[in-house]
């Protein structure tokens, strides 16, 4: 991904890589050492991306959007909100409910009533009843982004318990098994990328 990025022209046309990793801990460039509670045969590796730990592992739909910002006419914040929605859409499609949360990058849903669409109620606490399904952690160099979106969908999660997912202590995570939908990485990935790639088209 540094590569291609540092290689990249005005005319270099986007790319979208859609991958599934072995087990991993990933940090972000300010990750701490200590939201990894203990990693015990799992590699944790330093990346240039943003934010703080995640796990990445099979049955997780990791998509590395490779693409020039200044030709979509975007900023990061919109980029970041368009990331998001492609898993919004994909919740969607399988008839499930995701949610933003404030401050905190990534789709959420509620654990007692995934399908439904009862609005998070401001005031209540941050991640009180929710557990995550995708988590972001994105790199922009010379306006053009690498990095990106990670998309749980039939994992062993245990692995999560190991760190404090994103910085957050006892953040739950989920997948779509989790939450009784059952899908192939494969049908995940295609709908994932299709919607990521209507999302990033000039």
């Known amino acids: 991904m ?9 005319d270099t046309a986007d ?4 991958v599934e990793h072995d087990p991993v801990f990933t940090l972000g460039v300010a ?11 799992i590699a944790v590796v330093h990346t240039g991306r943003g934010g703080q730990v995640t796990y990445h592992g099979p049955g997780q739909v990791v998509a590395y959007p490779l693409v020039d910002l200044r030709r979509l006419r975007i900023y990061v914040k ?4 368009r990331l998001e929605q492609a898993a919004l859409d994909v919740l969607t499609s399988y008839g499930l409910t995701g949610h933003r949360v404030a401050g905190a990058p990534g789709v959420f849903v509620r654990l007692d009533d995934p399908a439904g669409h009862r609005r998070l109620q401001p005031g209540v606490e941050r991640f009180a009843g929710l557990g995550k399904i995708a988590a972001l952690g994105v790199k922009v160099s010379n306006h053009c982004t690498y ?6 969908v ?15 202590v006892g953040l739950v995570t989920v997948d779509l098994a989790t939450l009784g939908t ?8 295609q709908r994932l990328g299709a919607r990521l790639s209507a999302l990033l088209s000039p």
Do not use: K, Q
Not at 182 to 189: K, L, N, P, T, V
């Open 182 to 189: 059952h899908a192939s990485w494969d049908e995940a990935a």
């Open 154 to 168: 039939a994992m062993d999660l245990e692995p999560f318990a190991r760190i404090n997912p994103c910085g957050h």
């Open 15 to 18: 790319e979208l890589w859609l």
């Open 78 to 81: 919109e980029y970041v909100y």
């Open 31 to 41: 990750g701490r050492e200590e939201h990894v509670l203990d990693a015990g045969g």
């Open 2 to 10: 540094r590569s291609f990025t540092a290689a990249r022209g005005v």
């Open 147 to 152: 990095h990106g979106l990670a998309f749980n």
